[in-house]
């Protein structure tokens, strides 16, 4: 057995790097880094909507999309199939490969959007838990039928929300993209799984949570099914991962009380989020779970990432230039201190704290 070598009071002051054994790959931490001069962009904190119906808003109940269709007048949950979808369901066939150096090929996929609530001012960290648990069943429900697609191998949720993200709106909503073939991210995430699982007979996730809960000092919040922590080897100044205590691969595989459970521990972990700057903490998450093409996959453990642009304050974005878009991904504060910030900030959100 491995001795462990970890020596955490150097590692919060000196130069290193971590490695991330989902997708292996390196990460280099400069804790030093922090006290620098910022004269970087300076990003204006989003704006909290105020009104729980805008009849500007195209996700809003009952009114027009861009793409023509209107949208019912709907009471919790409500997707529809994107009005400008990045794949179809049935593109005409495409085949090229030159030497192996020009290569194309199909891509089928069908892309939804979900309305979390009817409220356009309402965010997950806001919801009531009977809420949440409508958008964690939608999850499951959008899961199973478009998995159950003959040709459909992969199912990913993810949310973007903020405008430095990119979301379009902020009416509560995620994307929903089913295709036919398993993306990058987990196409990394299953070989490190399955080849993990082949050495160790144990499951990668599994093991790595343990470690994280004898060590506590990453862990950022927990129930009784789900453990949000920030990654040993996290990127992004405040990523976290949502890891199942329980193994399973999917959705579709979360017992009805963990339903209940997903919801409490997103809800949890983004109060905390919105909390650390007292603004609506921007990012983008999303489910990784097991590839939908007919096998088992017992190597997969359902998990989420969650990935926030910001860097030390609401207004300071964090950009993956220079060396990390060429060499190394690299951070500054590292992940026991960003652990510490979310932990440090509650579970009481900052715009209820008065009526609390
Ligand atoms: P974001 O998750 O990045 O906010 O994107 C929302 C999606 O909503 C985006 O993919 C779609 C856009 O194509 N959309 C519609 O399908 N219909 C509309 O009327 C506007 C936006
Ligand atoms: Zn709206």
Known sequence: MSQPNINLPDLQ?????????????????????????????????PAVPR??????????????RAGGARNPTYSSTFFFDNDYPGLLPDPPQVDVNESELLVAGTERGVCRVLCFSPRHDLTIA????????????????QSQSLGSLDWVQHVQIFENRGEIMGAS??????????????????????????????QHHSCLLCDYLKLEMGHKERIVCENEAFVVLVPYWAVWPFET??????HFGGMDELAPRERGLLGDILKRLTVRYDNVFEVPFPYTMGFHQRPTDGQQHPEWHLHAHYYPPLLRSATVQKFMVGYEMLATPQRDITPESAAARLREAGEVHYLDRNSA
């Not at 000196?14 to 970087?40: A, C, D, E, K």
């Not at 009104?51 to 027009?64: E, R, T, V």
Request: hydrophobic share 30%.
């Open 126 to 141: 806001r919801m009531s838990a009977a809420e949440l648990q409508q958008v964690v069943d939608a999850w499951v429900e």
């Open 169 to 198: 709106n902020p009416h509560p909503h995620c994307q929903i993209w089913a295709v036919s073939h398993l993306p990058n991210e987990a196409t990394r995430e299953q070989t490190s799984q399955q080849e993990y699982g082949d």
């Open 51 to 64: 009104h729980a119906y805008d009849p500007d808003c195209y996700l809003c109940p009952g009114n027009p």
């Open 13 to 45: 002051k000196v130069p290193h790097r971590r490695f991330n054994p989902l997708i292996r790959q390196w990460v280099v931490v400069s804790p030093q880094r922090t006290q620098r001069p910022w004269r970087g962009k300076v990003e204006h904190p």
């Open 241 to 246: 991962l949502l890891v199942s205590r329980r």
